[in-house]
């Protein structure tokens, strides 16, 4: 009570400037640093944007959802950004031009969907769907690095054009209600349905990443919800990260990184689907209460 009267006497500006100071949290320079490194080898190996990584992080260190959210989208666009570039210069774009500009579009497009679909959905309905799908399509990508072939063989042959405008749209739909880059869902579905190894399709994942985050950076800065300064100790860190990330990219067997980007995602969603019944759960128990 005592440090409530305290903050009253220093007045209403004060005020909005401790909370405004609480809401950015407390993140040392030794994690963030470490976070950093993470997130790039993640962006740099399976071009995962970092989000899933920096939101939750930023959010258990105190800062508000909102202000995570903020500062995640700015690291996933640079950290892509960056990751891009690395793959460029180790491999360019393997798959050509008219793919990536394909995946983009249909990303965009399913951005601008899935925001209209996320006021329609209920939140454990949305987590259980995505988790499903993230895990059956993982496991079919790991069966492939296994050499197990029990979900059937595929024959690698390269994806359809029509193909990257659909695993894009579905990408950026999924982007559109989490919050995701998404890139790496279209590399996921290249990997599990048409054979694409993963090392190639990097590139494009990273590029629809960007694409798919720079609106909501935008957005985010305007409104002051950006940790400019975090970010100036996480990139550091990241940037290396990306470069050894990218390099075991480019070095690891087709079939080991199969297992380890399928591996990662079955992960994701056993998370996902926990999650979503922890929301389904409480939803239910506030029913109960309220009757």
């Given amino acids: 009570m005592a440090s409530l009267i305290d903050r009253l006497r220093e007045g209403p500006g ?6 405004a100071s609480e809401a950015r949290g407390h993140l040392s320079r030794l994690r963030a640093a470490g976070l950093g490194l993470l997130a790039g ?23 508000s959802p909102q202000i995570a959210v903020g500062t995640s989208l700015a690291a996933v666009t640079m950290l892509s950004c960056i990751g891009f570039t690395a793959h460029l210069l ?4 393997v798959l050509g031009l008219a793919p990536m500009i394909a995946a983009v579009v249909g990303g965009a497009a399913g951005s601008v969907l899935g925001s209209k679909l996320l006021a329609r959905l209920t ?30 063989e595929v024959i690698p042959g390269g994806a359809p054009l029509w193909a ?3 695993l894009g749209l579905f990408a950026g739909t999924l982007s559109g209600i989490f919050g995701v880059g998404g890139g790496s869902l279209v590399l996921l579905g290249l990997a599990a349905f ?24 935008a957005q985010h800065a305007r409104q002051g ?10 990139m550091p860190t990241a940037v290396i990260g990306i470069g050894v990330g990218a390099a075991m990219a480019h070095e690891l067997p087709i079939d080991a990184m199969r297992v380890v980007f399928g591996g990662f995602f079955m992960f ?5 689907a926990w999650k979503g019944w922890a929301v389904a759960k409480k939803s239910r128990g506030v029913s109960a209460s309220a009757h």
Avoid: S
Wanted: proline share 3%.
């Fill in 14 to 19: 004060k005020l909005k400037a401790i909370e």
């Fill in 123 to 152: 939140p454990h309905w949305m987590l259980m769907l995505f988790a499903t799908i993230q895990i059956l399509v993982a496991i079919r990508l790991v069966d492939q690095g296994l050499g197990t072939a029990l979900l059937g």
């Fill in 90 to 93: 180790l491999g360019g774009i």
């Fill in 164 to 166: 990257y405008v659909a």
């Fill in 268 to 272: 994701m969603g056993v998370m996902l």
């Fill in 194 to 217: 048409y054979g694409v190894p993963v090392v190639e399709g990097l590139a494009i994942a990273l590029a629809l990443n960007v694409t798919n985050a720079l609106a909501g950076v």
């Fill in 41 to 63: 080898v993640l962006n740099g190996l399976i071009a995962l944007g970092g989000g899933v990584l920096i939101t939750p992080l930023l959010v258990v260190a105190g800062v």
């Fill in 225 to 234: 919800r950006v940790l400019w300064e975090k970010l100036k100790i996480l």
